[in-house]
């Protein structure tokens, strides 16, 4: 899993991970900065790893340090949950379509970095939350799973987001159970 901050839904996802039953594990979790998510994985006793972004002199080369130590721990499926990063086309190269990412929208409805407060600002009465697997565009990937999220008279970006990250986290488990369990496929170009 990869993260840039707070890690609220890696932090649900390990808890979740706790129940025997639910067949998936997070085998590392990793950050492009010392983002205090990280702390989840180091409670849970899960290997963490930084690729700084700022150590590198541009994303192509942080984007090969991030593909080793991705390739060092041969995840099933990588899940970006935070990550404030595009991944470099090397990267979703090599790793597609194995990368997964959560969205605080109803894609294609708002997609980038600032996906609460576009929709706040675009006065719209619903948004939603998706997972989708990563392509090389700005959240364009195939959806996996999405829904509705009402925005409520008052909502400020916080409380919006922290209902938006509920339903986010849902999915998430939803769609990892269902690639576990062979429910979803993905396949290369679908
Ligand atoms: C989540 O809403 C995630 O979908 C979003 O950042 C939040 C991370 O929250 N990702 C993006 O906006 C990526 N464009 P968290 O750190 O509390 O889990």
Redesign the pocket.
């Known amino acids: 899993m990869l993260?840039?901050?707070?890690?609220?839904?890696?932090r649900a996802l390990l808890d979740r991970t706790r129940d025997s039953d639910f067949p998936v594990r997070v085998v590392a979790v990793g950050a492009d900065r010392d983002a205090p998510?990280l702390d989840h994985a180091r409670e849970a006793g899960i290997p963490t790893f930084v690729v700084d972004y700022g150590a590198f002199a541009s994303r192509a080369e942080w984007g090969e340090a991030l593909a080793e130590r991705l390739r060092e721990h041969a995840a099933d499926a990588i899940v970006?949950?935070?990550?404030?990063r595009l991944l470099p086309d090397a990267v979703v190269a090599e790793f597609a379509p194995r990368i997964i990412?959560?969205?605080?929208a109803h894609l294609p409805e708002f997609p980038?970095?600032h996906?609460v407060r576009d929709a706040l600002a675009a006065g719209v009465s619903e948004t939603g939350a998706s997972v989708i697997v990563v392509d090389d565009g700005v959240?364009s990937g195939p959806i996996l799973a999405r829904e509705r999220v009402p925005i409520e008279p008052g909502d400020t970006e916080d409380t919006l987001?922290d209902r938006?990250?509920l339903v986010?986290r849902r999915l998430l488990e939803r769609v990892l159970l269902d690639l576990v369990e062979g429910h979803v496929e993905i396949q290369e170009n679908r």
């Open positions: 993260i840039s901050g707070g890690g609220s839904n890696l998510g970006l949950s935070g990550l404030m990412n959560t969205h605080p980038g970095a996906a959240d987001h938006i990250k986010e």
